[in-house]
Each structure stands twice: as C-alpha cells, then as structure tokens.
T-cell receptor, first 116, second 113 residues
Framework: GAGVSQTPSNKVTEKGKYVELRCDPI?????LYWYRQSLGQGPEFLIY????????DSGLPNDRFFAVRPEGSVSTLKIQRTERGDSAVYLC??????????????FGPGTRLTVL | AQSVTQLDSQVPVFEEAPVELRCNYS??????LFWYVQYPNQGLQLLLK??????LVKGINGFEAEFNKSQTSFHLRKPSVHISDTAEYFC???????????FGAGTTVTVRA
C-alpha cells in the first residue's frame, strides 16, 4: 500500500516568505506527527495530531509555525516570515492511534526546505 | 523530555564483520525504545522496538538490540553486516504513555568490501 507522502520534496524560498508543506498520511492512520531534522541532527518533534485536533504542539519553535489537519487526514505545516534558521528537512509520520504509546510511526521522505 | 545520546557519529566496518551501535538515554522512568534506519534517499524505517518483556529484541534484517535499564542503554548489534546495511541509524525514546519520539543525532554506518 501507499506510504506517507510529502510535497514538495524540495522547497527553496527567500527569507521573509511564507511556505506550506503538505503531508498525506497512510490511509486509516489517525495519528500524525511533524518533525524537523537539521543537518547532522536527529529528527526533533514539532507537533502531534490525533484526528483533526493538535494534541500536542509543544515542539513548535515559535508562533511563525502553525499546522492544520482539517479533515483528519492530510496535514499542512505553515511557516510565516521564514528565516535562514528554518532551513531543514521537515518529516511527517503517521501511525494508528497511539493509545498508551509505543506504536510504530511510519515516516515520509521529507521536504527539504532551504531559506536563502 | 528525554535526551538520547548516540556515542558514535560514524562507524566504518568491513563486510561480514560484526557491528555495535551504542545508545544511551537520560531518564530512569519507564520508556519505549526504538531503532530506526534511514537508507540513502529514503525515509526512516523501523528496525526494532522495545516495549516490555524480554530485554533482547530482534528486528528486521538480522539486527537485534538489548535493553539495559540500570545503564539506561539500548545498543544495536548485527553479527555480520552486508554492503546494503550502509545507512544512518537513529535511536529513539518515548516515555511510557507518550507518543512523541526523542531521537539521537544518528550513527552513519559505512560497510566496505
């Protein structure tokens, strides 16, 4: 079956611009996660959705970052007034309902964002 | 939040030799532990996970890991590597009942003939 897909695969933008990154999770997965991976680092948690609601957005670095999942499937990560420090690979993952945790998260290939 | 340390950033190894990748985490509370692999130009893929029970966990592609609670470690091993094991390996931890993962910085394994 189809895995997690992310579009675009690469995005180059200028400092100060607005960008949207899209994630299509595996069909039937109710949980969706966004992570950010900077060069030479492991992925860092940003936000977690259970269904349509953001259950935990404690990893969002500041109010320029926002994510939505209006119908409980596709999610969009939105970054306003981009800065050079936002350059990273943005990873999306999905899973079945986490319950008590410990479920496998399935990762997409990521969107590489470059802010010039 | 958990802190995860992968002690080796790069591990070169010859084909058919054994390999061990070390991972330590910060918390002494109950945790779930994972190893993910990222092959070149691919997404992260789960190798194995520890939730409870036997401390020796077997995963895909001949990998295994051992959970050591007293040392807060979860080291990954493979007795004989192949060229195709060349990849980046990430250790990840989540607290019991939590869902978000805390990752280490990764270990790049390069297998040479």
């Amino acid at each position: 079956g189809a895995g997690v897909s992310q579009t675009p695969s690469n995005k180059v933008t200028e400092k100060g611009k607005y960008v949207e990154l899209r994630c299509d999770p595996i069909s039937g997965h109710t949980a969706l996660y966004w992570y950010r991976q900077s060069l030479g680092q492991g992925p860092e948690f940003l936000i977690y959705f259970q269904g349509t609601g953001a259950a935990d957005d404690s990893g969002l670095p500041n109010d320029r970052f926002f994510a939505v999942r209006p119908e409980g499937s596709v999610s969009t990560l939105k970054i306003q007034r981009t800065e050079r420090g936002d350059s990273a690979v943005y990873l999306c993952a999905s899973s079945l309902t986490s319950g008590t945790g410990g479920v496998e998260q399935f990762f997409g290939p990521g969107t590489r964002l470059t802010v010039l | 939040a958990q802190s995860v340390t992968q002690l080796d950033s790069q591990v070169p190894v010859f084909e058919e030799a054994p390999v061990e990748l070390r991972c330590n985490y910060s918390s002494s509370v109950s945790v779930y532990l994972f190893w993910y692999v990222q092959y070149p130009n691919q997404g992260l893929q789960l190798l194995l996970k520890y939730l409870s029970g036997s401390t020796l966990v077997k995963g895909i592609n001949g990998f295994e890991a051992e959970f050591n609670k007293s040392q807060t470690s979860f080291h990954l091993r493979k007795p004989s590597v192949h060229i195709s094991d060349t990849a980046e390996y990430f250790c990840a931890v989540s607290d019991l009942g939590d869902y978000k993962l805390s990752f280490g910085a990764g270990t790049t394994v390069t297998v040479r003939a």
